[in-house]
């Protein structure tokens, strides 16, 4: 049994693939501000769009993060020229069946009251990609042309401004005011190559984002996209990273920030060569522009993180917790973000910016076993992956975390099912970190992120308080649909005894968020959980049903 948890303010630590955020309130310091909750799947939103953006809203999920690969939507992609006369400005020019799917999310997460986070994810097409790609590479991300870029996010830009009509159409295709620009793009998978053709050991992935992030901010904002409107957040950074990236691994990402934003490990601008081989200004003159030459860099809506913990257990280590330690200085994992938001700030600094960075966390989750195998055989080291039952803990806990920090605005999960067939064939299940499992059976991280429930401490002496903390996540639809304010009520059963009582009830009204914080003094050791009732006479809210989070022991001594 957990005793003791520190409450720790600084820490947080298809082919599509779509993730649902939530935007929260923070902790105490910021209060009035809000911060997302983000859900993601690949496959089954590809598949089933209405579906499973029924299944988000049933969880109360406020945003889905959709993955759009550029290479889905443009035409004779695997083409080494572009096709003649091809305009890719224009969202007409496309093929219209290549824009037919997204047309579907955006319309149905517009009339279900979901907003849609475009994350334009890359995989460029053929023709847009630089020379130099290794024979025989599959890798679709290889020096992809920035121009070409600007003109595609400018096609997707005006195709989903609020007023575009189709042809055929006589209504415009709903507004998406969410875009978040490229993934990963410091792993070597997402934009390659990581170092300079030549000097591997010198970045270039930086170099190559600072480009496309400038060309998609500029269409964007051509488009009558805009920070006072809609959020247009960049990064999407990988956590960890190596000190040596070569053509295809990682770079880490604040090393990847540093020469982003021009500068040394000292945080001193770069001059001269180094400047020059990444592409940066070469003299101090030439640095004074920087900042009006790259607004997204000092003017976007955020930074994007996937601050993953390890969700596995190396060797009998156990990594996975939220407040682990064990990442570098120069890491972006939930345990140590403030790495994160300390070099944003000096970066800003650097040229004379006061600006500071919210962080959006874009993607996390918890791989489980099951489906994966502990120990798994296909592993060089002893990877025992985590029970759901401690992955739901864990995931609580990561939550808690995240609302405590200020400069953190979201919190989401990776995914809604798992991908695969848990089968040798298959890497044992993909990437399962699911909240159901691929037969769609929910997991316990299922009850978790539904109704998120966390006590930091749970021992007390007899008389005394302890600290409850949750969200009712489906509250915000229900008030959406029904008008009124929304309970949940927090129950305590002693010991073995399985009979439930309520001991305090907390209500969300209109223009609140899901979360409470409240302290409470229990009578015995026991049991606490968090129970909501759907409204009834929804379908997609669940008519009426009950249901209930996972059970926290409590001990009273």
């Not at 101090?284 to 994007?304: D, H, I, M, Y």
């Not at 890497?427 to 992120?449: E, H, I, N, P, R």
């Not at 009979?499 to 305090?504: A, D, E, K, P, R």
């Amino acid at each position: 049994m957990r005793l003791t948890r520190p409450c720790i303010r600084t820490l947080l630590g298809v082919a599509l693939a779509a993730m649902v955020l939530i935007l929260l309130p923070a902790g105490r310091a910021l209060a009035s501000s809000q911060q997302i909750s983000i859900i993601q799947d690949d496959a089954r939103i590809d598949a089933d769009p209405a579906g499973t953006l029924a299944r988000a809203r049933l969880l109360g999920a406020g945003v889905m993060r959709v993955s759009v690969y550029w290479n889905s939507i443009a035409p004779d992609a695997g083409a080494k020229k572009q096709p003649p006369h091809f305009n890719a400005s224009d969202p007409g020019a496309y093929p219209a069946l290549h824009w037919a799917l997204w047309d579907e999310i955006a319309s149905d997460a517009h009339a279900d009251g979901i907003r849609v986070d475009f994350d334009l994810i890359g995989g460029a097409p053929r023709w847009a990609q630089g020379p130099g790609h290794p024979a025989g590479n599959g890798n679709q991300n290889w020096e992809p042309s920035a121009s070409a870029f600007a003109a595609f996010v400018h096609a997707i830009g005006e195709r989903y401004s609020g007023t575009y009509v189709p042809a055929g159409a006589s209504s415009p295709l709903p507004r998406v005011d969410f875009w978040t620009i490229w993934n990963e793009p410091d792993y070597g998978p997402s934009l390659a190559p990581q170092g300079v053709p030549g000097d591997l050991a010198v970045e270039n992935s930086p170099r190559m984002y600072r480009n496309l992030l400038d060309a998609g901010w500029s269409s964007l904002l051509a488009t009558g996209h805009r920070p006072a409107t809609d959020t247009i957040a960049f990064g999407e950074l990988a956590p960890r990273g190596e000190s040596y990236w070569g053509v295809f691994s990682g770079m880490k990402p604040l090393t990847f920030l540093r020469a982003l934003y021009c500068v040394d490990s000292n945080y001193h601008q770069l001059r001269g060569t180094a400047a020059r081989i990444r592409g940066c200004p070469t003299t101090a003159a030439a640095s004074r522009r920087f900042r009006a030459q790259n607004p997204a860099l000092f003017a976007a809506s955020g930074v994007t993180d996937h601050p993953y913990m390890r969700w596995y257990k190396p060797n009998d280590e156990l990594n996975p917790d939220p407040t682990n330690h064990s990442s570098t200085t120069d890491y972006s994992s939930l345990g140590v973000i403030d790495n994160l938001t300390r070099a944003l700030d000096r970066l800003q600094g650097v040229y004379g910016s006061r600006t500071r960075f919210p962080i959006y966390d874009t993607e996390f989750g918890y791989i489980t076993s099951p489906p994966k195998h502990s120990p798994d055989p296909t592993s060089s080291v002893r990877v025992l992956y985590l029970s759901p039952a401690l992955a739901a803990d864990y995931m609580n806990w990561a939550e808690y975390i995240s609302w405590r920090n200020p400069r953190i605005r979201s919190f989401d999960q990776y995914l809604l099912w798992d991908p695969l067939r848990p089968t040798r064939g298959n890497d044992w299940g993909g990437f399962a970190s699911g909240l159901m499992s691929w037969t769609g059976v929910q997991k316990a991280t299922y009850y978790a992120w539904r109704l998120p429930l966390y006590l930091p401490i749970t021992t007390a002496r007899r008389g005394h308080a302890l600290e409850v903390w949750g969200c009712i996540r489906p509250a915000a639809f229900g008030i959406m649909d029904t008008g009124q304010p929304q309970t949940a009520e927090i129950q305590f059963a002693p010991r073995s005894s399985g009979q439930y009582t309520t001991v305090q009830s907390v209500t969300i009204g209109p223009g609140q968020n899901c979360y409470f914080d409240v302290h409470i003094t229990f009578p015995s050791s026991g049991e606490v959980r968090l129970a909501y009732t759907y409204p009834p006479g929804d379908q997609l809210l669940g008519n009426g049903a009950g249901v209930v989070s996972r059970v926290v022991p409590i001990k009273v001594r």
